[in-house]
């Protein structure tokens, strides 16, 4: 048995922050059922292709879930997405701020037949304010909340990892969970309100604290990076992460470093800059190879700078168990593992990522539909 077994969850979402969150729900035993357009979700579309309609970015992110289609334009799609939510526990849905809504489907109107749901919305900027019905991807919210200016000079880079995108995913995890906990101790759903914006604040909460407390004080703004706490170029090009916040760690710095003088001088923050450029130099009389080796297996906070493709390969991440594979119809598939690990009722990969409407049959018989009404409703464009 698995920790979610048994909550039905109703996934209307189309891109990653809906997406993640669903697959972390149903890595976890919940009946996740997939609803799309009959167009498909987008993402299906992306490069790379694993085979037609479907990228690797989809199988990724929708395994351990049924897929059906449903086109809520026709009052046959309407009525079917209407009949999945009256059963449903969860509804998790990633549309603009009254979308839904047009075709009775917002939250008071899916409230009022089923008060149990858990009706969760991630959107961009939320229900309210000007920004509300504005295009929000990750790099465009970020940006606008000054997570993307990623060191002091200002410079700012395209980050691998959607920070907004998948925090959200995962707020609105903790968000569902928490209105399901609810829900046992009053019987009643609630809606649970996930943004973009939001989230990116909220991943600066210390950032944010230390900046009014400077502010208070009149001290200077402390940085993101200082000389013992920065990353340091090789002489082979290559980096290092230098992560010396403790003394004792800053001590073993200027000693490797041949730097004794400056072992007093951690906090002087005064001639930070000179600090900074003097390591940097030291660091690029060596290649990283060399550093490393240097350093040993002693228990030191400098550490290389890895490549996507060198992390999956490193002793750590096997370690890890966090990559497997599994045998499915379409091929062997690999996946990322699920991170939270719980002792008794672990998560795990049951299914891959559905096709296009690979089980809207099953799930409509399962809703009392017949072949005959099924057909018909092939034959309307509703499904």
């Known amino acids: 048995m698995k920790a979610l077994a048994g909550i039905k969850v109703i996934d209307f979402s189309k891109w990653l922050p809906g997406q993640y969150c669903g697959m972390v729900l149903g890595d976890f035993g919940a009946d996740v059922i997939k609803v799309e357009t009959p167009a498909g979700d987008a993402t299906r579309g ?10 690797y970015w989809h199988l990724a992110l929708n395994r351990n879930k049924r897929g059906i289609t449903a086109d809520i334009r026709t009052e046959g799609g309407r009525k079917l997405l209407l009949q999945l939510l009256a059963e449903a526990d969860v509804f998790l849905e990633g549309f603009r701020p009254g979308y839904l809504e047009r075709y009775g489907l917002d939250y008071a109107a899916v409230k009022a037949i089923n008060p149990r749901l858990v009706y969760c919305s991630i959107t961009g900027f939320g229900q309210n304010g000007a920004y509300r019905h504005k295009p929000a991807h990750d790099l465009n919210v970020i940006g606008l909340a000054g997570l993307n200016s990623l060191d002091d000079a200002g410079s700012a880079c395209v980050s691998e990892v959607q920070v907004s995108a998948l925090g959200s995913s995962l ?16 019987g009643e759903g609630q809606a649970v309100d996930i943004n973009l914006y939001n989230t990116s604040l909220s991943l600066q909460t210390t950032g944010i604290s230390s900046l009014w407390g400077c502010k208070a004080t009149g001290c200077q703004p402390f940085g993101r990076t200082a000389h013992y706490y920065n990353i340091y170029r090789t002489q082979d090009g290559r980096y290092l992460s230098v992560g010396t916040i403790e003394p004792k760690f800053w001590r073993r710095l200027c000693g490797l470093l041949g730097c004794e003088d400056l072992i ?5 923050f005064e001639h930070g800059g000179e600090l900074q450029e003097r390591l940097a130099a030291v660091f690029q009389t060596k290649t990283q190879g060399d550093w490393l080796e240097l350093i040993g297996a002693e228990e030191f ?18 370690q890890s168990a966090m990559l497997t594979q599994r045998q499915e119809d379409i091929g062997t598939l690999q996946y990322v593992q699920p991170a939270i690990r719980l002792s008794e009722m672990p998560g795990s990969i049951e299914r891959r990522a559905p096709l296009l409407g690979e089980h809207t049959a099953e799930v409509l018989a399962e809703l009392g539909y017949s072949e005959a009404e099924i ?7 509703a499904i």
Do not use: H, K, W
């Open 301 to 318: 906070c400098v550490t290389p700078v890895c490549s996507l493709e060198e992390a999956l390969d490193s002793e750590l991440t096997q």
């Open 46 to 55: 992306f490069f790379p292709a694993a085979l037609p309609g479907m990228s």
């Open 171 to 186: 707020n609105a995890v903790s968000g569902i969970l928490l209105a399901l906990l609810a829900r046992e101790r009053t």
């Open 264 to 268: 007093d001088r951690q906090y002087d």
């Open 375 to 381: 057909m018909r409703l092939q034959e309307t464009g």
